[in-house]
């Protein structure tokens, strides 16, 4: 984790794993071709799904999303969290897509695979299986942010304690010096 891999050969697309999938997570592949994923950072926050807990969806190879996304979706495993890089021509190239992407930016995601489906209309003995291990997931960040907000919230009533003990010893001296001055 941690070093860049080079999805498109030429530094197009890159992906820095943030967090490894379980060994036997699924990937897409032809039977798998949906992906759910949820946008978890974008450093300045032009999209997000994280905020609302949503997730996207598309199917890969079918150019319904930017380029660089098809590209690093397919080498992904449910369950991995990777930030992926990509320069315009694998995005929004120079057209951008204003008003929140100039033309010819560079982007960066962190994206979490959530899923992989198969099309409406296929079967697949372990679609009920992804659809419990999806839920598994969800309740997961679920927990994980209940236990992010607890975290702060303890960190917060820390910092307050903290300072009022500061605020007392400050009280304490300012008492005790006038006391001592009156003495004189």
Request: aromatic share 4%.
């Amino acid at each position: 984790m941690g070093d860049s891999i080079d999805l498109s050969g030429d530094g197009g697309v890159l992906k820095t794993i943030v967090r490894q999938a379980r060994p036997d997570a699924i990937a897409p592949s032809e039977s798998l071709p949906l992906v759910d994923g949820i946008l978890l950072e974008t450093g300045e926050v032009f999209d997000s799904t994280h905020e609302d807990n949503t997730v996207f969806s598309f199917e890969i190879s079918k150019g319904s999303v930017i380029k660089a996304w098809d590209i690093a979706l397919k080498t992904m495993k449910v369950g991995e969290v990777a930030k992926i890089t990509c320069k315009p021509e694998y995005a929004y190239g120079s057209a951008g897509s204003p008003p929140e992407i100039p033309p010819d930016s560079t982007l960066v995601f962190e994206v979490e695979l959530v899923a992989c489906r198969p099309r409406k209309g296929s079967s697949l003995s372990s679609v009920s299986d992804e659809r419990a291990r999806l839920e598994e997931l969800k309740k997961q960040r679920e927990v994980a942010a209940a236990v992010k907000e607890e975290e702060k919230k303890k960190r917060e009533e820390a910092k307050a304690a903290a300072a009022a003990r500061i605020q007392a010893k400050l009280d304490a001296k300012k008492g005790g010096s006038k006391g001592k001055g009156k003495g004189k």
